[in-house]
Nanobody
Framework: QVQVVESGGGSVQAGGSLRLACAASGRTFSSYTIGWFRQAPGKEREFVAAIVWSGGIVSYANSVKGRFTVSRDNAKNTVYLQMNSLKAEDTAVYYC???????????WGQGTQVTVSS
């Protein structure tokens, strides 16, 4: 059974940094994509970033490009989201999701809160 667990959320002032981690277990993820999404209060969930496990191809939402970096640690089956230059509008619950390349995300974590104060 696939499990996805996020960690690393918290509160930070604008301009600060946080690193989120997504630990995935239960299968081999070589043909999978790991995505980060977020949902702010009263808003739709939106895509933030993703990384293809095999090959490391990454993609970012325009709103975070240049500030956020997604990476992976194969040995730990963990994907990281390094968030720098945080803004108040980055405040949201951040979710990690896992899915086969080119398909919908099947497995989701429980989410971790990120709060940025201005």
């Amino acid at each position: 059974q696939v499990q996805v667990v996020e960690s690393g959320g918290g509160s930070v002032q604008a301009g600060g940094s946080l690193r989120l981690a997504c630990a995935a277990s239960g299968r081999t993820f070589s043909s999978y994509t790991i995505g980060w999404f977020r949902q702010a209060p009263g808003k739709e969930r939106e895509f933030v970033a993703a990384i293809v496990w095999s090959g490391g191809i990454v993609s970012y939402a325009n709103s975070v490009k240049g500030r956020f970096t997604v990476s992976r640690d194969n040995a730990k089956n963990t994907v990281y989201l390094q968030m720098n230059s945080l803004k108040a509008e980055d405040t949201a619950v951040y979710y990690c999701a896992v899915g086969r390349m080119g398909q919908a995300y099947d497995y989701w974590g429980q989410g971790t809160q990120v709060t940025v104060s201005s």
